[in-house]
């Protein structure tokens, strides 16, 4: 296991691998600025991801981080664009953390949802679900049912190249909720409660609690605080109150947001229910740039940063009319910008 820094020595910073959301490859303006979901919580030498959305291990590189300084994945829900590129590193991993036997890289995520959700209002015919055996696998399930999918691959490089398999340099589990908080997948996916510690190491302390994000349940905000600054992630989620407990005073909150005028734009005057459909999700489940600095303003956030952009396209003007709202310090990222949790005038001297 890597070592954490002297105290002092930490600056905690978030690097933003990939700052677009929604399962797409988003086709016009700078086709590289905005790629799929996924950020990285670097503390002293070690760093910590959060989601792995399309062309993360890509973006690891580039920001000169090492794989065998990974030492944990949190997944805040198990939508596609949060979980795409999970598969890809930990099968290209398998020759960068071979030193990592006996000392698996933690992925940690939501468990089984235990029900299928209800079925849009709008559709005509009850859809069919997929895999129905097995319908809604939770992390652990569904990292083993991905490393499965790769067996022909996987097999040839451990039985011909003595690598290693990926269950040995890889543990996935189940975030367990709390008993007794009244959680039901479909009927109360996010009741009021406080967060709940799910990992924590001797540099950081992680923490979760259930956000807005029908039909996905559970979806989680979490919440890294380390001894020298906090930073807050909302995953993918409605305006909920549960968000404001959790981003509680920390130094930098990462909130989704959604630019409903392109909603309008992609659905509004269509009427097909696919389309109409569609449009209801985004309403129930996401964020408007003006909510999340709302959240960010009723939390005492002292910074927000908006990602998970929808769409990843849109011009900066789009984002940036949150600072009307906030008064904090407030970041519009690219990928691989980097964002210190306590910028150098707010630390204070160890």
């Known amino acids: 296991m890597t070592t ?33 979901i996924a950020t990285a919580v670097v503390v002293g030498e070690n760093f910590y991801l959060v989601d792995c959305g399309h062309g993360v291990g890509r973006r690891i590189n580039e920001a000169g981080l090492r794989m ?55 559709a005509v015919v009850p859809p069919t679900p997929l895999a129905p055996e097995c319908p809604t696998p939770g992390t652990a399930k569904m990292f083993e049912l991905l490393m499965r999918a790769h067996a022909t691959d996987l097999n040839d490089r ?31 996916p996010t009741p009021d409660m406080e967060p709940f510690v799910i990992f924590r190491d001797d540099v950081v302390t992680v923490s979760a609690i259930l956000v807005e994000h029908p039909p996905v349940a559970p979806a989680f905000g979490l919440r890294f ?16 109150p549960n968000m404001v407990r959790l981003a509680r005073d920390t130094d930098l909150l990462l909130h989704e947001a959604i630019d409903f005028g392109f ?20 309403y129930k489940s996401h964020t408007s740039v003006v909510d999340a600095a709302r959240v960010a303003r009723e939390a005492g956030a002292r910074q927000l940063a908006l990602h998970h952009l929808v769409p990843g396209t849109a011009p900066d003007a789009v ?32």
């Open 4 to 36: 954490a820094s002297a105290p002092g020595e930490l600056r905690p910073r978030i690097v933003t691998l990939g700052t677009a959301g929604g399962p797409r490859w988003w086709k016009s303006g700078s086709a590289h600025r905005r790629t799929g």
């Open 68 to 122: 065998r300084d990974l030492r944990g994945i949190f997944l805040t829900h198990l939508h596609s664009d949060h979980t795409v590129d999970l598969a890809s590193l930990a099968i290209f991993g398998l020759y960068e953390l071979g030193e990592r036997r006996g000392d698996p890289v933690r992925i940690i995520g939501p468990g089984d949802r235990g029900k299928l959700p209800h079925a849009s209002p709008r």
């Open 158 to 188: 451990i039985i011909d190249s003595l690598r290693p398999s990926p269950f040995e340099l890889f543990e996935a589990s189940d975030i367990r909720l709390p008993e007794g908080i009244g959680y039901d997948a479909n009927q109360n």
């Open 225 to 240: 605080d380390t001894a020298e600054g906090s930073v807050t992630f909302s995953g993918d989620t409605a305006y909920t």
């Open 263 to 282: 909603i309008e734009e992609m659905y509004g005057s269509k009427t097909d229910e696919g389309s109409r459909a569609a449009r209801d999700h985004h």
């Open 319 to 350: 984002w940036r009319q949150a600072a009307d709202h906030f008064d904090g310090g407030f970041h519009v990222p690219d990928d691989l910008d980097v964002i210190e949790l306590r910028p150098a005038a707010d630390r204070i001297p160890v």
